[in-house]
C-alpha cells in the first residue's frame, strides 16, 4: 500500500513538473523523424574545388579603403545681395568621396586613381586590419588617371605585380574593393576584352575590360588573377544606371608600374611627343590629302619647330608605324610615342602621296596637362 502511494505521488510530480517547468528535467536525444543525408565535416585547411579562397586571401589584405573630403568652398555669388535676395543664404557644404587603392610597396606607396583624391583636402586611408592612417599625395598623373599616395604605418600587407601582357580573354579575374562604402567586396568574372581605347576616359587607354562587378567605389582596387597577383586597377564601368552593367575596365598593371616609378623617382610621368595634330584615316581625309594609304594615323597638323616638324613630317603624312610597331588609330599612335625616350631618334614610317619615307624624329618630353597646347 505505501509503495503504490509513493509512486503514485512521484509520477503526479513527475507529470506536473513535466509540464509546467520541463526544463528541469533531464533532456534525452531526439532522433528526427525525416531521414537526411548529410555531408561530413570539412577539414579546416581544405579548400573546395573552384573556389578563389586562397586568391583572395592573398591580395585582399592590401586593398584598402580610401576616404576623401573636400573643404567646404564659398559660393561664386555668395556676395550678390540679388542672389540672397531670390535664393536665400547658401550653406558652404563640405564634400565627401571614396573609393579604393592598392598597398604595393612596404615602404607605404599606394595606387589608386587620379580622379578619385583629385582636389581633396584630407585622405584617410583605412586598412583591411582596420588600421587608420592619413595619406600624403607622392603625385598624380591625369593622362592615366592614376596617383600615387604614401602611408606611414608599418607591418603593411603588399600585393604581388602579375604580369597583365600575359593575360588572355577569357582568363578569370577577381576584382576587389569598397563599393558602395559598405566594406571591402570581392567579385569574380573573366576578361572580356583588351586593349580597349577610345572610350573618352583618359588620354592614355589601354583597359583591360571585365565582367567582374565592379561598382561606385571600386575605383583604384585591385584587379587580380587567380593567384592573388595584381593585373589592373580598377577604374571605370559603362552604365546606364549607376551599377555594375557587366562592363568594366581597368588599367594594366604595367602601365601602373611605369606610373608608379616615374612620380616616385622623377615625381612625374616622363613620355614622349612629337607635336602633331593626329586623326583617325577616313576615305574622305585620305582622299583630302591624296593620300593612298589604307591604314594609319592622318597628320592633319604639324606643331611648329616641334619635335615631328623637325624631323620633316607634313600634314597630309599618315604615320604607319612607329620603331617598328604598326600603328591603326589615335590612341595606338598615342601610346607608341609616349612610351619612347625623349630625345633618342626613332624611324617613323610615312606614306605620302609620292611613296613611303622613313623619318627619323627625335621626341620631346610630352607637356604636363595644364601646359599643353589646346
Given at each position: 500500500m505505501l509503495f503504490s502511494q509513493t509512486v503514485t505521488v512521484v509520477l503526479a510530480a513527475y507529470f506536473v513538473v513535466g509540464t509546467l517547468k520541463p526544463g528541469w528535467l533531464p533532456?534525452?536525444?531526439?532522433?528526427?523523424?525525416?531521414?537526411?543525408?548529410?555531408?561530413?565535416?570539412?577539414?579546416?585547411?581544405?579548400?573546395?574545388?573552384?573556389?578563389?579562397?586562397?586568391?583572395?586571401?592573398?591580395?585582399?589584405?592590401?586593398?584598402?579603403?580610401?576616404?576623401?573630403?573636400?573643404?567646404?568652398?564659398?559660393?561664386?555669388?555668395?556676395?550678390?545681395?540679388?542672389?540672397?535676395?531670390f535664393f536665400g543664404e547658401q550653406q558652404d557644404r563640405a564634400q565627401m568621396g571614396l573609393g579604393s587603392g592598392v598597398i604595393v610597396s612596404s615602404d607605404g606607396y599606394i595606387l589608386t586613381n587620379n580622379h578619385v583624391i583629385e582636389a581633396a583636402d584630407e585622405i584617410e586611408v583605412i586598412l583591411?586590419?582596420?588600421?587608420?592612417?592619413?595619406?600624403?599625395?607622392?603625385?598624380?598623373?591625369?593622362?592615366?588617371?592614376?596617383?600615387?599616395?604614401?602611408?606611414d604605418l608599418d607591418r603593411l600587407p603588399v600585393i604581388v605585380l602579375g604580369d597583365s601582357?600575359?593575360?588572355?580573354?577569357?582568363?578569370?579575374?577577381?576584382?576587389?574593393?569598397?563599393?558602395?562604402?559598405?566594406?571591402?567586396?570581392?567579385?569574380?568574372?573573366?576578361?572580356?576584352a583588351l586593349g580597349r581605347n577610345q572610350l573618352g576616359i583618359n588620354t592614355f587607354e589601354n583597359f583591360i575590360q571585365t565582367d567582374a562587378a565592379i561598382n561606385p567605389g571600386n575605383s583604384g582596387g585591385a584587379l587580380v588573377d587567380t593567384n592573388g597577383n595584381l593585373l589592373g586597377i580598377n577604374t571605370a564601368i559603362y552604365?546606364?544606371?549607376?551599377?555594375?552593367?557587366?562592363?568594366?575596365?581597368?588599367?594594366?598593371?604595367?602601365?601602373?608600374?611605369m606610373v608608379?616609378?616615374?612620380?616616385?623617382?622623377?615625381?612625374?610621368?616622363?613620355?614622349?611627343?612629337?607635336?602633331?595634330?593626329?586623326?583617325?584615316?577616313?576615305?574622305?581625309?585620305?582622299?583630302?590629302?591624296?593620300?593612298?594609304?589604307?591604314?594609319?594615323?592622318?597628320?592633319?597638323g604639324v606643331l611648329q619647330n616641334g619635335p615631328a616638324a623637325q624631323g620633316g613630317m607634313k600634314p597630309g603624312d599618315v604615320v604607319t608605324a612607329v620603331a617598328d610597331q604598326e600603328v591603326h588609330n589615335v590612341a595606338e599612335l598615342l601610346s607608341v610615342v609616349a612610351s619612347l625616350p625623349p630625345g633618342q631618334s626613332q624611324a617613323f614610317e610615312v606614306q605620302r602621296t609620292n611613296g613611303k619615307t622613313t623619318l627619323q624624329i627625335a621626341p620631346g618630353m610630352r607637356p604636363r596637362p595644364a601646359q599643353r597646347p589646346q
Open positions: 533532456q534525452r536525444g531526439v532522433t528526427s523523424s525525416v531521414a537526411v543525408l548529410e555531408a561530413p565535416a570539412a577539414r579546416a585547411d581544405s579548400v573546395p574545388a573552384g573556389s578563389f579562397r586562397l586568391a583572395a586571401r592573398k591580395s585582399s589584405s592590401a586593398v584598402v579603403s580610401i576616404n576623401i573630403s573636400k573643404n567646404a568652398r564659398p559660393s561664386p555669388h555668395g556676395n550678390d545681395p540679388w542672389f540672397k535676395f583591411n586590419d582596420r588600421r587608420q592612417a592619413r595619406a600624403k599625395v607622392i603625385g598624380t598623373d591625369p593622362d592615366s588617371d592614376l596617383a600615387v599616395l604614401k602611408i601582357n600575359a593575360l588572355q580573354v577569357g582568363d578569370q579575374v577577381l576584382a576587389i574593393g569598397n563599393p558602395f562604402g559598405v566594406g571591402q567586396t570581392v567579385t569574380s568574372g573573366i576578361v572580356s552604365s546606364r544606371s549607376g551599377g555594375s552593367m557587366g562592363i568594366g575596365f581597368a588599367i594594366p598593371v604595367s602601365t601602373a608600374k608608379l616609378e616615374g612620380i616616385v623617382k622623377d615625381g612625374q610621368v616622363t613620355r614622349g611627343w612629337i607635336g602633331v595634330e593626329p586623326n583617325e584615316l577616313t576615305p574622305e581625309l585620305a582622299q583630302t590629302f591624296g593620300v593612298p594609304a589604307e591604314h594609319g594615323v592622318i597628320i592633319t
